[in-house]
């Protein structure tokens, strides 16, 4: 999902981290940067030129923060106007006080309409709601077909009516989803491959037949720059309440969701991520946007980090990592400190660069366990100096901890792992913990 756009931020990120001093020179080229990887993304035009400009604004005129560096300051502000862009909070479906709640879903064909309408269902049934899906896509029989194929997958009713009338077959649905109980009732509409008059009609028809009160937009995020506009012509034509992106699984430029906000003045509701009906997530701007710029949450990583961490100790680590002094004595000290944190997997998450990466099962907790164990069973002195660690050494420690030769050379091999990380991230000024902190403390 958006990794050509992402990946070419995480250069300009990478780059910035490393600079300790922005002059307005330096900005002007990450700017540059940006506008090039947003454009390759297909995000429209003008988006991008306002993004840009709102950065520039707020990168020259920031107030010199002594604990925070100008670099660190512009990737915050990226990461915000990229959250902006996508629509700042999440959008949830209006309920109606009187049930049932109409969705009607409208879109061009093939944009994933009726999936979406299955997988829209099984996301309300999930929070409690009792939903109908209603077939009016009457010209394809195999449409009526594909919807009643998937609500038996899912267990929930469909509501077909061999009729050439998709008003009647409408207000029919709403009578019946009364009669049986049914809170919300989800429109399925006919698609076109173009939007043509016929189209439009039929759906303005339903609209003021039977006042939906949601009517969500199925657009296909693969097709860029042309699902920007075709949500804007419906908009202006039909009106519509939201946007459903889907297809974002295959979508590896981002340039629609980016677009789409501030072009149709519409929310994206949900996203599309794959073809199984539990593929449906709702859009939370925030966490689409750190992905995209794959830094994690490094803000609330910077806050837990300053919970654990003396300043004293913060400091220690901060000068061992910059001289490449990390041992498997810190390496134990962490793991301490790690369990302090509480649930691992949140903290792993939130490390630039590996959120994404990184899944925590009970299996890796079990690992860590044995990992804390066999660091215990080694004597100070090889923990300070870990190339004493020979073959007779591991058989011992491993003896000692309960695990196995192998486990001990997973560790070591972890443990060269994170020192490799460390020195990547841990050049001059990169892995400033006090820095880090104070930008938590500042802008959360
Ligand atoms: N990978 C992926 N495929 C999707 C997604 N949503 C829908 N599809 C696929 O897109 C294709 C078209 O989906 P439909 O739901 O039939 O589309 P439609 O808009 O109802 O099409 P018409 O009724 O012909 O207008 C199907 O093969 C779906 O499996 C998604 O989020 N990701
Ligand atoms: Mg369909």
Redesign the pocket.
Known sequence: MFENLSNRLQDVTRKLLGQNKLSEKNIEDVLREIRVAFLEADVDYKVTKDFVDAIKVKALGQEVLVSVTPAQLVMKYVADEITHLLGDNISRIKFSDNAPTIIMMA???????????A?LALHLTKEGHRPLMVGL?IY?PA?QE?LKVLGASCNIPVYLEDSKNCLNIAKNSLKYARENNCDCVLL?T???LHIDEEMMNELKELKSGISPHEILL?V??MTGQQAVAVAKEFNSLLGIDGVIL?????DARGGAALSLRTVVQRPIKF?????KLE??DSFYPDRMASRIIGMGDIFTLAEKVEKIYSEDEAKKLESKIRKNEFTLEDMKDQFKNMKKLGAMEQVVKLIPGLGSKINIGEAEKNNMKSMEAILSSMTKMERLTPRLLNGSRRMRIANGSGTTVQQVNQLMNRFDQMKKMMKQFGGANKFDMNKLKAMGGKFK
């Open positions: 879109g061009l064909q093939g944009t994933g309409k009726t999936t979406t309408t997988k896509d394809r449409a594909q399925d006919a698609g076109r199925v296909d995020s889907t297809k974002l699984d295959g996203v599309g991520v794959g073809e593929d449906l």
